[in-house]
């Protein structure tokens, strides 16, 4: 019988090692008319993100984190590309600055959601003259502290539409973001960048979905015609 109890508890924890997440979420950009949806999910060390809506056409992310690897597909030309680097100039201290509790709630999604305020007074985007956000948070999410281990897969595969170093990591948050708003200070413009939170749930992944498709191609830059002096 001991040996029995033994084994199951060995199984119950094989299975909670790996089991999968699948989290999507809403954003908006300023006057709402602007809406993708993005889908991410988990399978071990590896990460997709799925975007839905975007101007440039419905797009994934695939990274691999024990490899380093990275792919992005392009769905509508069918073609990939292959660790390709953001190249932008960001400031990390400002991601230091801690979020304060405003003392104020409100239901999101029907959960009562705690409101904190974050902000980045410096420069740390090209362009940019400084950024505030506010984050709606739930303390008391179900399955809380069986999702929080996934969030360093985030953080560390950089999947967001901000970027790492654009706001608090979400592993440092006391519970779930369920919204965010996001006001960014360019030097003519004031964007604003809405992030609802639409699911989040362990539920298995296929593994196939981390690979890239056998019909894509990788994607080569256009040759620019050649320019001759006058």
Do not use: C
């Amino acid at each position: 019988m001991k040996y029995k109890i033994t084994l199951l508890i060995l199984i119950s924890t094989i299975v909670a090692v790996r089991a999968d997440l699948v989290m999507q979420e809403q954003v908006s950009f300023g006057n709402q008319t602007n809406i993708l949806t993005m889908t991410i999910k988990i399978h071990g060390d590896k990460i997709r993100q799925d975007t839905v809506g975007g101007e440039s056409g419905d797009m994934s992310m695939i990274k691999d984190g024990k490899t380093g690897d990275s792919f992005i597909l392009m769905h509508p030309q069918k073609t990939f590309t292959k660790n390709m680097k953001r190249k932008d100039a960001r400031d990390n201290d400002a991601a230091l600055s801690q979020p304060s509790d405003t003392g104020k709630s409100e239901k999101i999604g029907g959960y009562a959601a705690e409101i904190y305020n974050w902000s980045a007074p410096k420069r740390f985007w090209v362009g940019t003259n400084g950024m505030t956000e506010v984050l709606w948070i739930v303390k008391d999410f179900p399955n809380y502290e069986k999702i929080k281990p996934y969030f360093a897969q985030f953080e560390k595969a950089d999947v967001s539409i901000l970027g790492n170093g654009m706001q608090p990591t979400m592993n440092s948050l006391p519970g779930i973001l369920v919204k965010s708003k996001m006001t960014v200070t360019m030097t003519q413009l004031v964007q604003t960048i809405t992030t609802t939170l639409v699911s989040i749930k362990e539920e298995p992944v296929d593994p196939s979905i981390f690979e890239v498709p056998s019909d894509y191609t990788i994607w080569k830059p256009p040759t620019l015609p050649n320019h001759t002096s006058p």
